[in-house]
């Protein structure tokens, strides 16, 4: 695989994200299995002076299906978007036929990475610049940490 398949259109390299390819949906998912197996809801719901810990379960249970459900085998532009999902990042870039927002001259202004800040902070727009100044070989060589709790 070539580095611009790895490399979103905003400046994400996607290895660097923690669903990409990773091993805990399919624990996750395991786990989901077992627990339902050996009935572990059942017991959770029983009101009983023992087990008093399981009563937010059903939380537990929504999050453990979360992670069973976020696994991302394919980089953006093979998988159709993050996690299969295509963004307006995305949309744009293949609307004007740019390999990446790198191309484009109004990436400073844009105001579609909001919904990337909360955990990524500038990495995109900052991996966009390093992009358009050393190329993408040497850019991503030098990209910024993916989550902000990196730095």
């Given at each position: 695989?070539?580095?611009?398949?790895?490399?979103?259109y905003?400046?994400?390299?996607?290895?660097?994200?923690?669903?990409?390819?990773?091993?805990?949906?399919?624990?996750?998912?395991?786990?989901?299995?077992?627990?339902l197996?050996?009935?572990?809801?059942?017991?959770?719901?029983?009101?009983?002076?023992?087990?008093?810990?399981?009563?937010?379960?059903?939380?537990?249970?929504?999050?453990?299906?979360?992670?069973?459900?976020?696994?991302?085998?394919?980089?953006?532009?093979?998988?159709?978007?993050?996690?299969?999902?295509?963004?307006?990042?995305?949309?744009?870039?293949?609307?004007?036929?740019?390999?990446?927002?790198?191309?484009?001259?109004?990436?400073?202004?844009?105001?579609?990475?909001?919904?990337?800040?909360?955990?990524?902070?500038?990495?995109?727009?900052?991996?966009?610049?390093?992009i358009?100044k050393?190329?993408?070989?040497?850019?991503?060589?030098?990209?910024d940490?993916?989550?902000?709790?990196?730095?």
């Open positions: 695989m070539k580095l611009i398949d790895k490399v979103a905003c400046g994400i390299y996607c290895p660097d994200c923690i669903h990409y390819q990773n091993e805990y949906s399919k624990l996750a998912s395991e786990l989901k299995n077992h627990l197996e050996i009935g572990l809801d059942k017991y959770a719901k029983t009101k009983s002076p023992f087990g008093a810990q399981f009563q937010n379960y059903e939380e537990f249970e929504t999050i453990l299906s979360a992670l069973a459900e976020t696994k991302c085998d394919k980089p953006c532009r093979a998988g159709g978007g993050c996690s299969g999902i295509p963004c307006e990042i995305m949309d744009c870039c293949i609307s004007k036929s740019y390999e990446g927002c790198w191309e484009c001259s109004n990436v400073d202004s844009c105001d579609k990475f909001t919904f990337l800040e909360p955990r990524c902070g500038k990495m995109p727009k900052n991996n966009i610049r390093k358009k050393l190329g993408l070989d040497d850019g991503i060589e030098q990209r940490n993916f989550y902000i709790w990196l730095k």
